[in-house]
């Protein structure tokens, strides 16, 4: 039942805790297979409509993978990637700048290298400056592959490139062939016509039986298409070994692009197996991070690569080049991993203080569309840094339950550039197609999937796209009640407040974006409460029926204010299980996501 919460922080509005509803069908069929009570609430409460096999969820292994030949476009892409290889010609390898770009790049680029025999002084990297370029295979970025000596005679992009046929025909008008590899949603015209081939799950015509898979995923098919054409043809040898060792960086990139690991089998199985090849430390990359989160962190679960890693690698290209971040990913040794990840590290913090500044002011332009009940948030920051425009969607999705997209300044005069980010109710690249077609001259650039997109407006047309994407949205959006919520997994008696039951959870990972945390509700007296960090988060000291337990509240608290509750309180909570590891001794903490003054 939803309760009406007296929410201790001012920054957001009121959230509801939900407890999740379940497929009864899909907890019957997990009981009679063997799981526990407690596994078969978990999974049956987040796959409302599955109906498929248990087994490759529960225990996701790499024979759920399928043969990379059923991707449309993938053997004549992978025949002109191997006869690049076989000629010597020049390869450019065009990637996004993000997670997913930067762990495309590294695995096309160790493929073709360790594994092909390219010579390095044969291949370009080409990634785009976030703000100076834009995303995707952008102007100035054609312009500086044109300029390359010797110039590539083959462009292989991920993670990008389905809706970028103006550069793309600009490449091959100068002799460049262009073999997109990407994931993201195709124009409605389809792939762009100018590519020699286009590599994505998405398309219309593809066989592939998973179209939520993350570009890297995308970029390690392709490339263990091109092996075995290159065996084929007797170029390398039978014995050249397979990509498996990279599906570590395609752990990363995929748990750090937020894709499924609901419902899918094959990113649920890349992560667990990725994990366990990270977990190795058999690279400086990994080893740098180990040591940069201290020896208590490992091993590495999903929430690793996804808030410890991924916005270090994302920062740097949030902020400025993104090279250092590739060059952390291929780092040789270990100290050049440390040098690398020092810069990456920087640029967090640097992140973590506009981020705060940008979101705040956001929070203030955004009381006009609460006010008036707009079914989306669109918020113009005149001096927001583009590098956190997603992040701070994010932020104010979390505080106010409604899609939102932050608009900033762009490079081109006249122009702006921004991210959004939806709830799960909306498929926001859908709303924008409409906008598009609402109002075609507002919205130049798009691009994206259902969670998140980016976009360009013309300045000039700011308030005619707003009105655009707004009746879009609504249309969509028609009928759902907009608020924050928060799902919980129901409560749990004392006795299941253990290191025990945190094994049995993990025993369902990975956890991440449509296959969520567990998260629990449950009320607790207040012993201790004590202001840490830098003012924002609680630790606490919580008991319930003779048992108490540490916790901690990240950002529970505007900096400087005082929590409205102290000892002797009841609250009652929305917690995560944690496993706290000190000195090589384990206890259970709870990681409070939301709590109410009883």
């Not at 409460?45 to 498929?52: H, I, Q, T």
């Not at 096309?108 to 010579?119: A, K, Q």
């Not at 000596?149 to 091959?172: F, H, N, Q, W, Y």
């Not at 920051?381 to 994010?394: C, N, R, Y």
């Amino acid at each position: 039942m939803p309760h009406a919460p007296e929410r201790l922080s001012p920054a957001t509005a009121r959230p509801l805790i939900v407890t999740r509803s379940r497929n009864q069908s899909l907890y019957r069929r997990a009981l009679e297979s063997g799981l526990s009570e407690l596994q078969a609430r978990i999974l049956a409460g987040r796959l409302a409509d599955y109906d498929g096999e248990i087994a490759p969820l529960v225990d996701p292994s790499l024979r759920s993978l399928a043969h990379p030949e059923r991707l449309a476009d993938g053997v004549r892409a992978a025949e002109r990637i191997a006869q690049a290889v076989a000629e010597g010609e020049h390869i450019g390898i065009l990637t996004d700048y993000d997670v997913d770009g930067i762990t495309s790049h590294v695995v096309i680029r160790r493929t073709l290298c360790e594994l092909f025999g390219v010579p390095e002084s044969r291949l370009h990297s080409l990634i785009g400056h976030r703000i100076q370029d834009g995303y995707g295979i952008s102007l100035p970025l054609v312009e500086r592959t044109l300029k390359l000596g010797p110039r590539p005679t083959l462009v292989i992009t991920a993670d990008c490139g389905s809706s970028d046929e103006p550069r793309i025909a600009r490449l091959k008008a100068a002799g460049i062939d262009v073999v997109v590899s990407d994931h993201h949603a195709l124009p409605i015209e389809g792939p762009p016509p100018s590519a020699y081939a286009t590599v994505n799950p998405t398309r219309q015509d593809c066989d592939y039986p998973d179209a939520t898979i993350a570009g890297c995923m995308v970029a390690w098919l392709l490339m263990s298409l091109t092996r075995q054409v290159l065996i084929q043809q007797a170029v390398v040898a039978p014995s050249t070994p397979k990509l498996s060792a990279w599906l570590s960086y395609v752990a990363l990139g995929t748990v750090a692009d937020c894709v499924s690991l609901g419902a899918s089998a094959i990113n649920r199985a890349v992560v667990r197996h990725g994990l366990t090849l990270i977990n190795r430390m058999g690279e400086p990359c990994w080893r740098a991070m180990a040591e940069r989160l201290g020896a208590d962190s490992v091993p590495f679960n999903a929430e690793t690569l996804g808030f410890q890693m991924g916005p270090r690698i994302n920062a740097r290209s949030r902020l400025d080049d993104p090279y250092a971040a590739l060059h952390y990913m291929l780092a040789g040794d270990d100290s050049v991993a440390r040098q690398h990840l020092e810069v990456l590290d920087a640029d967090n913090q640097s992140r973590k203080a506009i981020e705060a500044d940008m979101t705040e002011v956001a929070k203030g332009l955004a009381a006009e569309a609460l006010a008036s009940d707009a079914p989306i948030i669109i918020v113009y920051l005149s001096d927001g840094h583009p590098g956190v425009q997603g992040i701070v969607a994010s932020r104010l999705v979390q505080a106010y339950g409604r899609p939102t997209l932050v608009l900033t300044p762009a490079a081109e005069a006249g122009m702006l550039t921004g991210s959004g980010r939806s709830i799960e109710a909306l498929h926001l690249r859908d709303a924008l197609q409409r906008a598009f077609e609402l109002a075609p001259e507002t919205l130049p650039r798009f691009g994206g999937h259902r969670g998140a997109a980016g976009v360009g407006v013309p300045l000039d047309r700011l308030e005619e796209f707003r009105r655009a994407l707004t009746q879009a949205v609504g249309e969509q959006l028609e009928g759902v009640h907009l608020a924050p919520r928060i799902y919980t997994d129901g409560e749990l008696t004392s006795t299941e407040l253990r290191l025990e039951t945190l094994a049995e959870l993990e025993l369902l990972g990975p956890y991440g974006r449509e296959f969520d945390a567990p998260l629990f509700e449950g009320e607790f007296l207040v012993e201790r409460v004590k202001p840490v960090g830098d003012g924002s988060h609680l630790m606490m000291e919580l008991s319930r029926q003779g048992l108490t337990l540490k916790a901690i509240w990240f950002r529970a608290l505007t900096p400087g204010d005082m929590p409205s509750f102290g000892e002797g309180a009841t609250l009652r909570c929305a917690f995560k299980l944690n496993r706290n590891r000190f000195r090589g001794r384990e206890s259970l903490q709870l990681m409070v996501e939301h709590a109410e003054v009883v």
